[in-house]
């Protein structure tokens, strides 16, 4: 009897122990040691894991929800610079006379207008003044250059040598727009005069590579 005393206060610390440090054990009831039971597990409590996997789970959530929002803001943001700059670009290109113009072409097409049509001047790449706002020269890859001129004297001189010398060719005349070229050698110097406004537009070709006429008529400064 003093032997199965013993062995049951054993049991019973080793039980208490094991619940305070929650870890599953097994234990015997205070019996003889030939009629033992058998072993009875101990459940652990779970709710401390179950909590931290639901916040876990929270802050994962919380993290993606934050995540998503940040990116749809960015979106909303970005859409809305586009939106403002294909507006600002619309409004510019409806401005009349200059949508199809680099900058310095504008500027020397609202001048010099009167002698040549708009898509002349879209075909500029550039027109550089030589002489203030009364003189340009204007280039593209496509038709080459041409020189600006606005001068109520030089529009009269070029008048007189277009219509009274032998070596030019007016093709039209209508008193104050006076249109043709005139040949030294195999260059022709291609003319557009408007005596009403003081102002000369002249480009300079090949006549062996080019006929005069029908680089007029191509280049819209003539019918």
Known sequence: ???????????????????????????????????????VPVETTTAGAESATSEADASEETSAASSTVSTTDSKVESSAAESSEASEGASASKEPGTEKLEKSVAKAYDIFAPVAPEELFALFDRCDSTGGDDSYNCSGP??????????????????????????????????????????????????????????????????????????????????
């Open 1 to 39: 009897m003093r032997r199965i005393t013993l062995t049951c206060l054993d049991t019973t610390r080793a039980t208490a122990a094991a619940l305070l440090l929650g870890v599953g054990v097994s234990a015997a009831a205070c019996s003889s040691d030939d009629t033992a039971p058998a072993d």
């Open 142 to 223: 496509e038709v080459g250059q041409f020189q600006f001129f606005r001068s109520h004297s030089k529009a009269k001189q070029t008048t007189q040598v277009l219509t009274e010398l032998r070596s030019s060719q007016v093709i039209e005349d209508d008193g104050d727009r006076v249109v043709g070229w005139s040949t030294l050698g195999t260059t022709a110097v291609i003319t557009v005069v408007d005596n009403k406004e003081g102002m000369v537009m002249q480009q300079m070709i090949s006549s062996d590579q080019e006929d005069p006429e029908e680089k007029i008529k191509e280049l819209g400064l003539a019918k």
